[in-house]
């Protein structure tokens, strides 16, 4: 698109947003330029909690439907719109409902802990939900002894299961195709390239990658942490989008994004669905739009406030 161009679709979403009050929220994995117009940029948690503090009609969810699914099932009466209906996510994908009921039937004792990257109706059969900012603390506020169910991502489940040496905690089986395709060899390879260079990575990403990482965090845990280090150079574990905050927050440090053995990048497809040209014509036709029956968005509230209650 040329700058002309993109000046234009800015403009006329700056418009469209005073007519509809809406407000624009993106995660860091966004696209630069989605980034550089929102009201908020965020990781999952944060954009949850900025999504309940909101006054405006309408919200523009930048990021995945999962996460515009609980900007909603938070703000039931304001109407919530994502720019692309497929911008999906393959650790929803991995959870049907019908299987986590199924579990809930045969092990009727456990206590479900979803990681917020669930369905709004895999949210509404949880207990509580966790992002990979406070799953650890979520899982620790939770009786010793008490069989628990983690759901959906087999890595972060692995990483809590360690950091909290639970022995009674069943994994589910799903992951994220981005960060379960960083390879520890690639790891490597950048480590041998970059000796000085201190490794980051976010809890999605595989047992033998994590070994190497100095700091295990969120995606705005990350930037923070890079932001505030004395070390001065990176190796990121993460999605790419994260270098639009990494590099306007600390312009002096160098950040290196290893790619993955799938297609040879580190961008998440899903969140690359969305573009400018889609926010304009989804503020214009408020479509697509996420629309939740009310008995199941009261029960998925219920485990999405306990979590928000856990300090
Ligand atoms: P965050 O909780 O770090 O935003 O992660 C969400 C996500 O989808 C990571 O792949
Ligand atoms: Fe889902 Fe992975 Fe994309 Fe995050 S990066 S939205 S976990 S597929």
């Not at 940029?41 to 999962?66: Q, T």
């Not at 692309?84 to 199924?102: E, F, H, T």
């Not at 004792?109 to 949210?123: F, G, Q």
């Not at 998440?268 to 199941?296: F, G, H, I, Q, W």
Request: some cysteine.
């Amino acid at each position: 698109m040329s700058t002309l161009a993109a000046v234009n679709i800015v403009e006329e979403i700056m418009a469209l947003k005073r007519e509809r009050n809406a407000v624009i929220l993106a995660h860091h994995y966004q696209e630069s330029e989605i980034q550089e117009i929102a009201d908020a940029i965020g990781d999952s948690l944060e954009l949850a909690r900025k999504a309940k503090e909101l006054e405006c009609d309408v919200i523009a969810f930048c990021g995945v439907w999962f996460m515009a699914e609980t900007a909603k099932i938070l703000n039931p009466s304001r109407t919530v719109i994502v720019p692309d209906k497929d911008a999906g996510c393959s650790l929803v994908d991995s959870c049907p409902v019908d299987m986590v009921r199924a579990f809930k039937r045969k092990y009727p004792d456990h206590v479900v802990v979803s990681y917020i990257n669930t369905s709004a109706d895999v949210k509404a059969e949880s207990d509580i939900i966790c992002t990979s900012r406070n799953a650890v603390q979520i899982v620790n506020s939770i009786p010793a002894d008490q069989p628990i169910l983690f759901l959906p991502d087999i890595n972060l489940g692995n990483y809590v299961k360690k950091q909290t040496g639970r022995t009674n905690m069943r994994i589910w089986q799903g992951a994220c195709i981005v960060h379960t395709t960083f390879t520890e060899r690639k790891l490597l390879e950048a480590m041998a390239a970059q000796p000085d260079a201190f490794v980051v990575a976010h809890p999605e990403c595989p047992t033998p990658v994590l070994q190497h990482a100095g700091y295990i965090g969120s995606t705005s845990a990350l930037i923070d942490y890079c932001v505030k280090s004395e070390h001065k150079s990176f190796i990121v574990m993460t999605e790419s989008g994260v270098q639009h905050s990494l590099r306007k927050l600390a312009p002096e440090k160098t950040f290196t994004f290893v790619t993955n053995e799938n297609c040879n990048c580190s961008e998440c497809p899903y969140m690359k669905r969305n573009s400018l040209e889609k926010l304009r014509d989804s503020l214009a036709t408020l479509s697509p739009r996420v629309e939740l029956d009310a008995d199941m968005m009261d029960r998925a509230r219920g485990s999405i406030e306990r979590m928000l209650a856990v300090k």
